[in-house]
């Protein structure tokens, strides 16, 4: 049973791990997206970059990458390394969630740019649409929301974070095995916005769609 874990969160980690952001921009433009805008190598710093084309791509390949891993660990869960006497040892979504897990990890801290990463929203919503769809789309309409009212991405992916799990819990009816490793993807994806909330409470956060100002 270990074995089947160790297998399915290496394939989501390395997965997980591969920095589109970093890759698109250094391929299509010669720069290093690190040394532009935040420095981080998701979506919305991508397209804040002047690249909105390749921010779109990003975002895209990140949340792909990220279904990839939780779909590997499902295919994983039918074949004969998940064979006990009196049925599967592990249940699907409990290996699919912790792959989950791994792909985040792997996107947040890449062994490629010496674990420097994302913050893992893109991926997140990857994992999320094959493990947990009902309760994605609940939360991105939180997301939605946040973001038409007040124009702040970072706030709206962190309440979007806070409302999967229990959304999870109650339209999904997930088991506590499985919804523990998604507790600990939101709360990695607010860690990870730890920045943005310090600029929220400063009233110094940029807003979508607004100019920067010089």
């Given at each position: 049973?270990?074995?089947?874990?160790?297998?399915?969160?290496?394939?989501?980690?390395?997965?997980?791990?591969?920095?589109?952001?970093?890759?698109?921009?250094?391929?299509?433009?010669?720069?290093?997206?690190?040394?532009?805008?935040?420095?981080?190598?998701?979506?919305?710093?991508?397209?804040?970059?002047?690249?909105?084309?390749?921010?779109?791509?990003?975002?895209?390949?990140?949340?792909?990458?990220?279904?990839?891993?939780?779909?590997?660990?499902?295919?994983?869960?039918?074949?004969?390394?998940?064979?006990?006497?009196?049925?599967?040892?592990?249940?699907?979504?409990?290996?699919?969630?912790?792959?989950?897990?791994?792909?985040?990890?792997?996107?947040?801290?890449?062994?490629?740019?010496?674990?420097?990463?994302?913050?893992?929203?893109?991926?997140?919503?990857?994992?999320?649409?094959?493990?947990?769809?009902?309760?994605?789309?609940?939360?991105?309409?939180?997301?939605?929301?946040?973001?038409?009212?007040?124009?702040?991405?970072?706030?709206?992916?962190?309440?979007?974070?806070?409302?999967?799990?229990?959304?999870?819990?109650f339209f999904n009816h997930a088991t506590w095995q499985s919804l523990?490793?998604?507790?600990?993807?939101?709360?990695?994806?607010?860690?990870?916005?730890?920045?943005?909330?310090?600029?929220?409470?400063?009233?110094?956060?940029?807003?979508?769609?607004?100019?920067?100002?010089?």
């Amino acid at each position: 049973m270990l074995i089947l874990y160790l297998i399915a969160c290496v394939i989501a980690y390395l997965l997980g791990s591969i920095p589109f952001g970093f890759v698109l921009v250094k391929v299509f433009r010669g720069e290093d997206i690190r040394l532009s805008g935040s420095g981080n190598i998701g979506a919305t710093n991508v397209a804040r970059s002047g690249a909105k084309a390749l921010g779109i791509a990003t975002l895209v390949l990140d949340a792909l990458k990220g279904s990839l891993a939780v779909a590997v660990a499902w295919l994983l869960s039918q074949t004969s390394l998940n064979y006990c006497s009196d049925g599967p040892c592990i249940a699907a979504r409990q290996l699919m969630s912790a792959a989950a897990l791994a792909a985040i990890l792997g996107h947040m801290f890449p062994v490629w740019l010496r674990f420097k990463g994302g913050k893992g929203v893109a991926t997140a919503l990857g994992v999320f649409v094959v493990l947990f769809p009902t309760a994605l789309v609940f939360s991105l309409g939180i997301f939605l929301l946040t973001v038409i009212l007040t124009r702040y991405v970072s706030l709206g992916s962190i309440l979007a974070a806070i409302a999967f799990p229990i959304a999870a819990y109650f339209f999904n009816h997930a088991t506590w095995q499985s919804l523990a490793p998604v507790c600990g993807i939101c709360l990695l994806v607010i860690a990870k916005h730890h920045q943005n909330i310090g600029r929220l409470l400063s009233g110094t956060e940029h807003r979508f769609g607004a100019e920067k100002q010089l």
